[in-house]
C-alpha cells in the first residue's frame, strides 16, 4: 500500500471529504483525488502539512505503514522526534544555503585575485622585456 492510500484510509475513517482535506492542507482543488486514482506520490512538504494539520494521524504509519494509523501515547515519542527531525533537516539546510552563499563569494575573490595576479606578471614580463631590449643598446 502506497502512502496516498493510507491516507485515504486515514480519511475514511474519520469521515473527512476530500475537499475538507485539501482545504485543511492548502492543496488545489482535485489534487488530491488525482494523487489517489494514479497512485502518485506525496511530496515531503504535503507530509509536513498532513503532520501538522491532523496530529492524531501517524506519519511514520503513512510512509511506511509500520505501526498503528493513529497516534498512541507511546507514538507520541515518535511525533516529538519527527518535529525534532524537521526542525533539524531546516536548520541544517539553512546552513548549507549559507555555506553555498559564503563559497560563492570566496570563488569570486579567488577569480579576482587571479586576475590581479595576471596583470601584475604581466606587468612584470612587460618590465623584464622593456630592461632586455634597453640592455641591449
Not at 507530509?47 to 505501526?67: C, E, Q, R, S, Y
Amino acid at each position: 500500500m502506497k502512502p496516498i492510500e493510507r491516507i485515504a484510509a486515514y480519511l475514511h475513517f474519520k469521515s473527512i471529504s476530500p475537499h475538507a482535506f485539501e482545504r485543511n492542507i492548502h492543496l488545489s482543488n482535485g489534487y488530491y483525488s488525482k494523487q489517489l486514482k494514479n497512485l502518485g506520490s506525496v511530496g515531503s512538504d504535503i507530509l509536513i502539512k498532513i503532520h501538522h494539520h491532523f496530529p492524531d494521524l501517524n506519519i511514520l504509519w503513512v510512509l511506511t505503514g509500520a505501526g498503528q494509523m493513529l497516534m498512541e501515547d507511546a507514538n507520541k515519542v515518535n511525533s516529538l522526534q519527527v518535529d525534532e527531525f524537521a526542525f533539524r533537516y531546516e536548520s541544517e539546510n539553512k546552513k548549507i544555503k549559507t555555506m553555498e552563499s559564503d563559497l560563492e563569494k570566496l570563488n569570486t575573490l579567488i577569480k579576482d585575485k587571479e586576475k590581479i595576479i595576471g596583470l601584475y606578471e604581466f606587468m612584470l614580463n612587460n618590465n623584464n622585456h622593456a630592461s632586455t631590449i634597453s640592455d641591449a643598446r
